[in-house]
């Protein structure tokens, strides 16, 4: 089976800052695979680079087996590919609907309805505050919006970059929860970035280790768990 | 105290400092404002240069007029900080009962701007004079609903609006000298010229943001201003273009001599010089309508909708794949089109155009109507324009203090609401009913 997302000794970054060294890793159909890094690991930078900004200086990058690196960012996008970034990024003085609407700007044909109601259906609190202002809602509604706002363009691979952050423990666990449903119901394959290891590769089938730019460790969520590795490097300081 | 009671709602605030404190706290920060006044007054006021009777130059000190502005400086800090109840003031974004009472006028002032402004030829007491500020403010409404869609809706600040007021009124003015071009053919013609350079300046700035956007179309609105100075062979350079073409209505011309084929002769009036300023007028407000009607109907559509998140997060777009590049470039192009179509509209009224007509105080003018209206506000860029246009002229007589007392009132406007008259945004689209949402507490987006 052909890998849906497969990343191929890419190298990237920004000036002279070298944010990606040679980076390799792959997704199948299905999956949920979880990257996991430090502070200015390059995790971000990977998921940008994989959207086509930066563009990578090395390596190639194939999306469901036809190779897209160096499209143009907003043609790679109508490829069945959807982020929601770090930060969230929501437009605050639109409002939620507005907000949502503007996922499915990359959606080329069709009517938006349908996805609309998987992400009421995924997220109901969503559906109760559509005419609020998006930058009013709570930091876990926010997260909500974003995701959902991903999922309006009906996406066969979702980018999630750190959705955890800055989120209380309870709603961190309300929104895998739903990465989760989303994938065993609807299949979707999932790329997550977080700095949150111990809930990110429990919920993950496969796991990746970024390090200053490199993937160090790969293997299934648990067993990278399991690791004294992992453990002392992602997990100390009153992790759960 | 009686000062602290009445700051409103802001000002119950649990930490309140005790009345004493509060006026040592105010007394320090109208010291700390006086001592930044003298800084400025020292130099600016106090000292002054004359011609001395030698012929060189004399130094004259003013130390009275500085010590007077100082004390005027210190008073009103002091005064406002009591007033307001904290150090500074702490601005009205909150939504409070007086943002409603705003709303719901609003909603009724744009039907009632739009009669008022239909019928005034015919009200009585309108003449000459007051359709011709008509036309003037008119004139800027439009510039600033067209500048509006680059800066208020694209958030693309734009220092250099101007390069395309005059694009529009060189190119009729050119294609009239030259070719012996109708009205009517050159206004399309002039904004599709402007939309051009926009285009032109879009693609230089495409990476540019915020303040290094500003300084670019700065620098462009001024390059476009030299050239037409400079390439005196071709635009007539600094004494500009005499002789522009009147419109015609249709056809017919308007003319004195009231014969056959002038518009009184064909319609049986009597000729008057007014025919042609209500003529104008209807012009210009036709043009102006049709830059709101385009904007608010674009506004509703994908495109619209991508301009107000471009304005609110770049990178998110990106990461939604909206086409960032044709999304700006839409936006300076339809923007610099409603400036090439004011520009024509312009050399046709004044028959006269000059590069003088188009220096960067009339860009800052427009942007100050675009910002004081509230940024993405069609009825408050209405009304900016209609208070600060309509004011130069009304507070005429004051003479040099004119710009003082509007600096002033800006400054006021943008402290006590500082996302312009009206701050508040309405969904373009909605499911079920539709709640407009205010400005308050969320930052620009970054
Ligand atoms: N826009 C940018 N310009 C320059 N350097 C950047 C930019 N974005 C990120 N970087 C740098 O690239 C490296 C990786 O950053 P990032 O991908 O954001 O890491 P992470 O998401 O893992 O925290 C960091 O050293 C960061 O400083
Ligand atoms: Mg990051």
């Known amino acids: ?240 | 105290m009686s000062a602290s009671d009445r700051g409103g709602p802001q000002a119950r605030d649990v930490n309140r400092p005790r009345p004493s404190s509060r006026l040592q706290l105010a007394l320090k920060d109208a010291l700390v404002a006086t001592a930044v006044a003298a800084a400025l007054f020292v130099p600016l006021v106090a000292l002054r240069t004359d011609i001395g009777a030698g012929g060189g130059l004399a130094l004259r000190f003013r130390w009275k007029e500085a010590a007077i502005l100082c004390g005027l400086v210190f008073l009103g800090r002091l005064a406002l900080v009591l007033w307001t109840g904290r150090r500074g003031l702490r601005p009205s974004t909150a939504p409070g009962p007086w943002t409603d009472r705003l709303q719901q006028a609003g909603r009724l002032a744009a039907p009632a701007f739009l009669a008022v402004a239909l019928v005034l030829p015919a009200i009585p007491g309108i003449d000459r004079y007051e359709l011709d500020l008509g036309i003037l403010v008119l004139t800027y409404v439009m510039l600033g609903w067209g500048l509006n869609i680059v800066v208020g809706l694209a958030g693309l600040l734009d220092l250099g609006y101007v390069a395309f007021y005059a694009v529009g009124a060189y190119s009729y003015a050119l294609l009239a000298q030259y070719f012996g071009l109708s009205f009517w053919i050159c206004l399309p013609l002039a904004g599709i010229f402007a939309a051009f350079w926009g285009i032109l300046l879009g693609f230089p700035v495409l990476r540019l943001r915020g303040d290094y956007l500003a300084i670019v179309t700065l620098a462009f609105g001024e390059i476009i201003r030299v050239v037409l100075i400079n390439w005196a062979s071709f635009t007539g350079g600094p004494n500009g273009i005499t002789g522009i073409p009147r419109p015609s209505f249709f056809g017919l011309p308007f003319s004195m001599a009231g014969g056959e084929g002038t518009f009184a002769g064909f319609f049986g009036l009597e000729p008057s010089v007014s025919h042609r300023v209500i003529f104008l007028y209807y012009l210009i407000l036709g043009l102006a309508l049709l830059t709101n009607w385009v904007t608010i109907r674009l506004r509703r559509q994908p495109l619209g909708r991508a301009w107000e998140a471009l304005r609110e997060d770049e990178i998110a777009c990106r990461a939604l794949g909206i086409n960032v590049t044709t999304t700006k470039l839409s936006a300076f192009a339809l923007g610099a089109m409603f400036g090439g179509f004011a520009g024509a509209f312009f050399a046709t009224r004044q028959a006269f155009i000059s590069p003088e007509s188009f220096t960067f105080i009339e860009s800052a003018i427009i942007l100050a109507i675009v910002v004081l209206g509230g940024l993405g506000s069609q009825i408050g860029v209405a009304v900016a324009a209609l208070v600060l246009i309509g004011g130069f002229e009304v507070f005429r007589g004051l003479e040099e203090w004119r710009m003082l007392v509007f600096g002033g009132a800006m400054v006021v406007i943008m402290v006590l609401r500082p996302r312009g008259l009206v701050g508040t945004r309405t969904p373009s689209i909605a499911l079920g009913k539709k709640r407009t949402i205010s400005g308050d507490l969320v930052g620009e987006g970054r």
Request: include cysteine; charge should be positive; proline fraction near 5%.
């Open chain 1, 1 to 240: 089976m052909t890998p849906l997302l497969e990343v191929d000794r890419v190298s990237a970054g920004y000036g002279a800052v070298q944010a990606l060294a040679e980076v390799s890793l792959h997704v199948m159909p299905g999956e949920i695979v979880t990257l996991i890094g430090a502070n200015g690991a390059g995790k971000s930078t990977l998921l940008m680079t994989i959207c086509g900004d930066p563009k990578p200086r090395m390596g190639r990058i194939l999306l469901g087996g036809e190779d897209i690196t160096g499209e143009a960012t907003h043609l790679t996008m109508r490829r069945g590919l959807a982020q929601s970034p770090e930060g969230r990024r929501i437009f605050p003085r639109m409002s939620v609907y507005e907000n949502l609407l503007m996922g499915a700007e990359a959606l080329v044909k069709g009517d938006p309805k349908p996805q609309l109601e998987q992400v009421f259906t995924l997220f109901p609190r969503l559906k109760e505050r559509l005419a609020q202002r998006g930058g009013t809602l709570s930091g876990g509604e926010q997260q909500m919006l974003a995701i959902g706002r991903a999922l309006m363009s009906k996406p066969k691979l979702l980018l999630l970059d750190e959705p955890s952050l800055g989120l209380a423990p309870l709603v961190v666990r309300q929104i895998f929860g739903a990465i989760r449903a989303l994938n065993a119901e609807t299949g979707l394959t999932v790329l997550l970035v977080e700095q949150n290891a111990n809930q990110a590769l429990r919920l993950a089938h496969r796991g990746y280790v970024l390090v200053n730019g490199r993937i160090t460790m790969e293997g299934e969520g648990l067993a990278l768990l399991a690791r004294p590795e992992i453990r002392d490097a992602y997990l100390g300081g009153g992790h759960g």
